[in-house]
């Protein structure tokens, strides 16, 4: 009995030993891979690239955080707080699938699928940007920031696609497990630099990649599109901040003009982009995740509507909210504060129900699919981006709000 008991033991154990190797295999494989040969002397002679990384035009402060910061960070973090998630599923919508796949037409429609991960129909083309279909945002699927809702499509019921854009390699917006499933496709890839190399280690062909630097631009039919600034950071382990470079993306088309925004602090580059490339129709731009300890690298929604206005935008279409719980902020908070601005504001926002097509030529969607919790008004919780000149700030801030709500303070 005790032989048949210490086989047991060390069965449980070996099971054991092979489960945390698998994982520990699959979490190094995510990691994606660092650029070498051609594609890092491409990166090297990058006006952007400076002392062996990447750098923003418009230095942020998190640069200068230390050990002592981190540790402060990571111990709000471990603080509970049960409106940072939802109580149960948010009020989303399956996205119809037969809709989906019928042939592309002239109308100017996107699906939201939560977070970054938006289908873009323009002037015949499928684009589909930063697509995240795993539980969780993280190199491990058994710890990280969970999904809030299912996937509101299989990656197999996804029409055929022209395009796929990706704004930069954290793993809230690079999925390894996404990406190797779409590999086999017939669809380009458009990245910044760099980000190939983590596509070609998840078996993307490097024929279907196209690296990009800020600035410089591709035609796809008749829709050009372009590498535009942005100001954050890379990397997806400890040793590889800023080894390849963080992008937004402007589509100009014959009729339409969008701008996907990917991450960004506030950064005078907006008013740049707008000029290059707008007005445009519509802008996808970030408006959660933002912290005061981390102002340059995320907006927040007041910060996103003076980006808006210095991009020459229409309507606003906010992102990067409503699927994994990535700040101290609760969870709702991004889009009640945007409803702020829609009320007192000179602002057009569309609120969709995520999986819903949405036709941008009809009136503004504005569907209130999350519920009421508590939340911070923008006075409580302030984000504001350092070294912004004050003369452009000016610029591009609307004037003082009427009125701002006293409800939702916690």
């Not at 009020?91 to 002239?106: E, I």
């Not at 970030?286 to 340059?296: I, L």
């Not at 508590?374 to 700030?393: F, G, K, Y």
Request: hydrophobic share 40%.
């Amino acid at each position: 009995m005790k032989r048949l008991t210490r086989w047991r033991s060390v069965a449980r154990l070996r099971t054991g030993a092979s489960v945390l190797a698998t994982a520990t295999a699959a979490s190094c494989a995510s990691l994606g891979a660092s650029p070498s040969g051609d594609r890092l002397a491409r990166i090297e002679a990058s006006p952007n690239y400076r002392k062996g990384e990447f750098q923003n035009r418009l230095r942020v402060s998190t640069a200068d955080y230390g050990l002592m910061e981190f540790l402060d960070i990571l111990q709000d973090f471990l603080k509970f707080d049960p409106n940072r998630e939802p109580r149960s599923v948010p009020g989303v919508q399956q996205a119809d699938v037969a809709n989906l796949v019928a042939a592309p037409s002239d109308d100017f429609e996107v699906v939201w699928f939560g977070h970054s991960t938006l289908l873009i129909e323009i002037e015949g083309l499928r684009i589909l940007t930063d697509p995240v279909w795993s539980d969780r945002s993280s190199p491990f699927q058994f710890v990280g920031p969970k999904r809030f809702y299912e996937p509101l499509v299989e990656l197999v019921d996804l029409p055929p696609l022209d395009a796929i854009l990706i704004s930069h390699d954290h793993y809230d917006h690079l999925d390894a497990d996404t990406i190797r499933q779409l590999a086999s496709l017939d669809v380009q890839f458009y990245v910044p630099l760099g980000v190939g190399a983590h596509l070609e280690s998840w078996g993307v062909r490097p024929a279907k990649i196209i690296e990009m630097d800020w600035w410089q631009e591709q035609s796809l039919g008749q829709v050009r599109i372009a590498c535009t600034p942005t100001r954050h950071f890379s990397g997806r382990g400890v040793a590889d901040r800023n080894k390849t470079l963080w992008a937004s993306w402007a589509l100009v088309g014959q009729q339409r003009r969008i701008y996907f925004g990917g991450d960004s602090g506030l950064f005078p580059g907006f008013s740049e982009i707008g000029d290059r490339y707008g007005p445009f129709d519509v802008t996808f731009l970030e408006v959660g995740a933002y912290n005061q300890r981390w102002p340059d690298v995320h907006m927040g929604p007041e910060q996103a509507a003076i980006a808006h206005r210095a991009l020459k935008g229409n309507v606003l279409f906010p992102i990067h909210w409503g699927l994994f719980n990535l700040s101290l902020h609760s969870w709702t908070e991004p889009a009640e504060r945007l409803q702020v601005i829609a009320d007192t504001q000179d602002v057009r926002i569309a609120f969709p129900i995520p999986g819903r097509p949405v036709n941008l030529d009809d009136p503004i969607p504005v569907a209130r699919w999350w519920p009421e919790v508590p939340w911070q008004t923008a006075e409580q919780n302030p984000v504001r981006s350092t070294r912004i000149p004050p003369d452009w700030l000016q610029r591009y801030s609307a004037a003082p709000a009427k009125s701002l709500p006293t409800v939702g303070v916690r």
